[in-house]
């Protein structure tokens, strides 16, 4: 898949975006601070590298049986954990090796597209307007997500379902300050959430999440407040 892992220096395997440095400024805000607002402390990168990918198709491969890939993750009343509570996850990979999914529900300030892209070290002149930086989840911070559309698409896109794609290239952030699309809504993420090998599985037999369907309504909603309690709506009460 075009997202990679790689091995962190316990021995796990972590997932691949780009990085950001450390004390990187955009819009009047250090990104630091921002993180610091989501309630995650630490800054695990210290060098600007945009990870590219290796080519290859932008089709999101099969699914496995039982798979939550393309679904939203929803945090029940039994999860006590603070850097989860309440939140939706929107699930990027999850089979017999692990899950990963990004948090879509906490934002945490805004960034000048332009000043990410110089941070990045690729220029960004010609481009306006913000992002909204949203708290991804607690695992290494710095690497920066895209989910959008699947209206835009490249070598770097890796299409997940539910009309939902992710792309590692910064050439994403590009299109999205030219302001005309595509893609025509997005969700930029610091961080994500990850899982070991039925890490996942455990949590939810212990009732502290649920899942139901994804959708871009409720994955791009402005309204960042009121995505819990839509996908909670949205679950199947077995009597």
Avoid: C
Wanted: hydrophobic fraction near 40%; avoid cysteine; aromatic fraction near 8%.
């Amino acid at each position: 898949m075009l997202f990679q892992r790689r091995r962190r220096f316990d021995g796990r395997e972590s997932w691949r975006g780009w990085n950001l440095p450390a004390g990187s400024r955009g819009g009047g805000y250090p990104l630091w601070s921002l993180l610091a607002l989501a309630g995650i402390g630490g800054i695990l990168m210290t060098a600007a590298i945009l990870a590219r990918p290796a080519p290859g198709s932008a089709a999101a491969p099969a699914q496995d049986e039982g798979s939550l890939k393309g679904r939203l993750l929803v945090a029940t009343t039994e999860m006590t954990d603070p850097r989860f509570t309440q939140t939706v996850i929107f699930m990027i990979h999850h089979d017999a090796t692990g899950a990963m999914g990004l948090v879509i529900n906490r934002p945490i300030g805004r960034i000048s597209i332009a000043a990410l892209l110089e941070q990045l070290g690729v220029g960004g002149s010609g481009v306006g307007g913000e992002l909204r930086v949203h708290y991804g989840g607690p695992v290494e911070p710095m690497q920066g997500f895209v989910l959008h559309t699947t209206d835009y698409t490249t070598p770097a896109t890796y299409v997940v379902g539910s009309g939902i794609a992710l792309t590692t290239d910064a050439d994403i952030l590009r299109a999205i300050g030219a302001g005309s699309g595509p893609p025509r809504r997005s969700l930029f993420a610091l961080g994500y959430a990850g899982w070991a090998p039925g890490q996942l599985e455990g949590e939810m037999k212990r009732g502290h999440w649920v899942d139901v369907q994804a959708d871009e309504k409720i994955v791009f909603d402005e309204q960042a407040d009121k995505k819990w309690e839509r996908a909670m709506a949205r679950r199947v009460i077995n009597l």
